[in-house]
């Protein structure tokens, strides 16, 4: 069974900043993408940001040179720190696990990710 365990949404104004964290025993091997999705009400899911097992990354347009994805292969955990936040990032963020992809062809699709954990909700106001 792979658990993904978020961490680090909340609440915080325009232009703060916020860090998630997922945290999963099977961030580890050869091969493997984790992605950071979001879901705002009404509107599709948006991939952020994602990693892999190369450390090869890659982001979503909205949030380029605002977000940075990093790991931490000792803990395993994967972050997301988001800086200049606005309203519009206003979401619930998923992370998600794509054991034996990487991003060698670019950002993956949601439909590439077999593991997703319950998300956490960020606001902005």
């Known amino acids: 069974h792979v658990q993904l365990v978020e961490s680090g949404g909340g609440s915080v104004q325009a232009g703060g900043s916020l860090r998630l964290s997922c945290a999963s025993s099977?961030?580890?091997?050869?091969?493997?993408?984790v992605g950071w999705f979001r879901q705002a009400p009404g509107r599709p899911r948006e991939g952020v940001a994602a990693i892999d097992s190369d450390g090869v990354t890659a982001y979503g347009d909205s949030v380029n040179g605002r977000f940075t994805i990093s790991r931490d292969n000792e803990r395993p955990t994967m972050y997301l720190q988001m800086n200049n936040l606005t309203p519009e990032d206003t979401a619930i963020y998923y992370c998600a696990f794509a054991p034996g992809l990487t991003l060698w062809r670019g950002f993956l699709g949601a439909d590439d990710h077999k593991f997703w954990g319950r998300g956490t909700q960020v606001t902005v106001s």
């Open positions: 099977h961030f580890t091997g050869n091969m493997f993408c």
